[in-house]
């Protein structure tokens, strides 16, 4: 076994050795060639020697360089913790799990506004949203009349112009996301949301915003950013903004819901 670990002794013992000199050569680099040439470097050891000769020429205060550097690095600690993504609080997730146990059917309106790239125009499509937490949802639009979206476990079924196409899910990218994050907001599983994006959640006039944008490659091809907007009182989605990577915009609303009614099988079929 003394064999068998001596070489990676070695090799550690070597390392350390070599961290030490080059420490020892930084640091005589400073105090014998930079500090007296009084030559600021980059970075925060520059700007620690800055403040550190500015006091000691204008006010007179000896400020040691290292204290510095130490209050700098202290602040930026401060800065980062503060404006780094806190996710979702667990208030937060604890009552949207619940209103999805209360509410095992949903009925709205919906508004849908669409920012194609390249065109001037808005184009805004509406209809009737269906949730069954036993079934599936779809989204069965008025305008334009007769076209349907249904999501039901991992496929999507399409009706335009009166043609049904049906895909899976991982096939459509953009769709895939919008199935993901309605589906997770109405049965309050937000577990998902923490793999692959970085989160950012406010408050405001009784609406909890919850941010976020993805963190993967493949994501971030088509996706910018995801907007929910859930309404404090029932903790129900009211609002989804998807912001894509090429510089289309699609803004879902849901309006006039209405809980816990028989919603007909035939809503989940083209």
């Given amino acids: 076994m003394r064999n068998i670990a001596f070489p990676n002794l070695l090799k550690t013992f070597r390392e350390y050795v070599l961290m030490t000199a080059g420490l020892l050569i930084y640091s005589f680099g400073w105090i014998a060639c930079i500090k007296p040439m009084e030559v600021a470097a980059g970075g925060g050891t520059g700007l620690a020697m800055i403040v550190s000769h500015t006091a000691a020429e204008m006010w007179g205060v000896d400020i040691r360089i290292g204290t510095v550097f130490l209050t700098i690095n202290a602040f930026l600690l401060l800065l980062s913790g503060l404006t780094a993504r806190a996710g979702l609080p667990a208030s937060f997730k604890e009552r949207l799990a619940e209103a999805s146990r209360e509410n095992r059917t949903i009925q709205c309106d919906f508004t849908q506004h669409k920012q194609v790239r390249r065109m001037k125009n808005e184009i805004e499509l509406k209809g009737r ?14 305008v334009p009349e007769g076209d349907k979206v249904i999501i039901r476990n991992d496929r999507i ?34 577990s998902q949301f923490g793999q692959g994006w970085q989160i950012g959640y406010t408050e405001k006039e009784g609406v909890g915003e919850v941010k976020m944008v993805p963190e993967s490659k493949r994501a971030r091809k088509y996706i910018d950013s995801i907007t929910l907007c859930f309404d404090l009182k ?3 989605l009211d609002r989804m903004e998807l912001c894509e ?13 209405r809980f816990n009614l028989p919603v007909d099988p035939a809503r989940f079929n083209p």
Avoid: C, H, W
Avoid at 129 to 142: C, E, I, K, V
Avoid at 170 to 177: D, K, V
């Fill in 129 to 142: 949203f269906y949730y069954d937490n036993s079934l599936a949802m779809a989204l069965d639009y008025t």
């Fill in 157 to 190: 079924i399409l009706k335009t112009a009166g043609q049904v196409t049906q895909t899976a899910t991982s096939a459509n990218p953009m769709l895939q996301q919008v199935a993901l994050m309605i589906r997770a907001s109405m049965t309050g599983d937000l």
């Fill in 234 to 236: 029932d903790m129900t």
């Fill in 245 to 257: 990577t090429q510089g289309g915009r699609s803004v879902y609303e849901f309006r006039n819901k």
